[in-house]
């Protein structure tokens, strides 16, 4: 038992010294050291309103990376080149508490490089029309905060964020709303109804090591050490939406990426991670 411990400790110590090699010992025997193969994804749950004072919510665990989602609805008048289009305004906070490699104080470049990550993969599968969002053309439109915070942070929190939002999104429901033309005010009533969303993207990320392992579903020991980032937003039907890549990577590397993702999407049955 103390020739194990030692051992463990020896291990750790190793990892913190030299973290490539140490994962690429690991790599050569065709496992990475959470004992995944090269294409294992981590476990994921949904858990939709867990956030009783929002207006919809969901928590989501993928591995041991925890993220909570909260949307709360506002009204507020709309742009004057979009007077029919209402709001939908994501953000993801990565604080301090979540890991020792996030500090305190303002949002991290970190934090808001995947906050625009996570609204262009929205605004590109058109997840929920913002024409739905109008009250009263040029008068009132809802402006929905889609604000997702890490808990515990492991690596791929893309994929764990986008989920969280759009599950979220799901949840919610916004008060029934007339724009009153006689005061200029908007009044809700107590009867509310569910988002109208008209497609459920999912992520699926990879990271690719020493320029030929594509290692799905990174750990936040991994992510450092990888030279290319690929992530793949398929919707409930298994459809591209988009594709994004940081770094260099070969010509097959996207292919091969968007394949597996699609074999991912179709394990986890779709859109259904959406039904909870």
């Not at 103390?2 to 973290?19: M, S, V, Y």
Request: aromatic share 6%.
């Amino acid at each position: 038992m103390a020739e194990t411990k030692t051992d463990n400790l020896k291990a750790q110590i190793f990892q913190r010294l030299h973290p490539r090699i140490y994962l690429e010992r690991f790599i050569a025997e065709n496992v990475r050291p959470d004992e995944r193969e090269f294409d294992d994804w981590r476990d994921l749950s949904v858990i939709v309103g867990s956030v009783s004072t929002a207006d919809g919510s969901a928590l989501v665990r993928l591995g041991k990376t925890t993220i909570v989602c909260g949307v709360k609805a506002e009204i507020a008048e709309p742009e004057l080149d979009r007077p029919e289009e209402g709001f939908l305004v994501p953000n993801l906070d990565l604080p301090a508490l979540c890991s020792p490699k996030f500090k305190p104080g303002p949002p991290s470049e970190e934090a808001q490089v995947l906050s625009d990550r996570l609204n262009d993969a929205l605004i590109a599968s058109d997840v929920l029309p913002l024409s739905s969002l109008c009250i009263q053309p040029g008068k009132s439109v809802w402006v929905l905060y889609v604000d997702a915070t890490c808990i515990n942070y492991d690596g791929n929190a893309f994929d764990a964020a986008l989920i969280a939002m759009v599950a979220a999104l799901k949840n919610a429901t916004i008060p029934k709303a007339t724009f009153k033309e006689d005061t200029g005010r908007t009044l809700c009533s107590r009867t509310r109804t569910p988002l109208s969303l008209a497609r459920l993207p999912s992520a699926y990320s990879f990271g690719i090591f020493n320029s030929t392992h594509i290692l799905a579903d990174p750990t936040s020991f991994e992510e450092p050490l990888l030279d290319t980032t690929l992530s793949v937003v398929l919707d409930e039907d298994g459809e591209l939406v988009s594709a994004s890549q940081v770094g260099v990577a070969g010509e097959d590397a996207l292919p091969t990426c968007i394949a597996r993702a699609k074999q991912r999407h179709q394990t986890l049955g779709g859109g259904k991670i959406y039904l909870s």
